[in-house]
């Protein structure tokens, strides 16, 4: 489930939820599936294919398993820092320490810098901002949302 945050589309992410279900079925301590799983719904509330509550509940509980079972995985930081970025009463601080918490696992994890940048952004956090963005444009080159990311945010703090 890496990758941008707007890949893949509807019918994909359901088949990803279908699939996964099965995968947690089958092995109720694989925290790497439910981290997914919890991806997989919280795509599909953003995006707006189900923006209902249920899907939002199912997306808190299948990230709160994921951290139960590893609480060191990345992986499972990553949807919890979705859900409060981005859930039904967002909370930005708690969302911003998630994503924290991931790029301190994981130092070269160009989404969770991006991610990181807006939400310092979002918090007045300027320098911050760009330096997490910039370098997520420099973990990920190939990879144009980050690239476009950072350029907005230099453009914003008017460091041309």
Do not use: C
């Not at 699939?19 to 599909?44: E, G, K, N, T």
């Not at 956090?125 to 990879?143: G, K, S």
Request: proline share 5%; no cysteine; charged share 25%.
């Amino acid at each position: 489930m890496e990758g941008t945050r707007g890949s893949g589309d509807a019918n994909a992410r359901r088949i990803a939820v279908e699939m996964l279900d099965q995968a947690v079925a089958l092995d109720s301590s694989f925290a790497l599936a439910y981290a997914d799983l919890s991806l997989a719904h919280m795509w599909l509330f953003r995006h707006y294919v189900d923006p209902s509550e249920d899907r939002l509940t199912m997306a808190k509980a299948a990230g709160d398993r994921a951290l139960a079972i590893d609480p060191d995985l990345p992986a499972a930081h990553r949807p919890l820092g979705h859900y409060y970025y981005w859930g039904g009463t967002p909370n930005r601080e708690l969302a911003l320490e998630e994503f924290k918490l991931v790029a301190l696992r994981e130092p070269n994890n160009a989404y969770a810098r991006s991610l990181i940048g807006e939400l310092q952004a979002a918090h007045g956090e300027w320098d911050q901002a760009l330096v997490n963005t910039a370098l997520a444009a420099d973990l990920d080159p190939r990879e144009p949302e980050w690239l476009v990311n950072a350029a907005r945010f230099f453009l914003m703090a008017r460091q041309y």
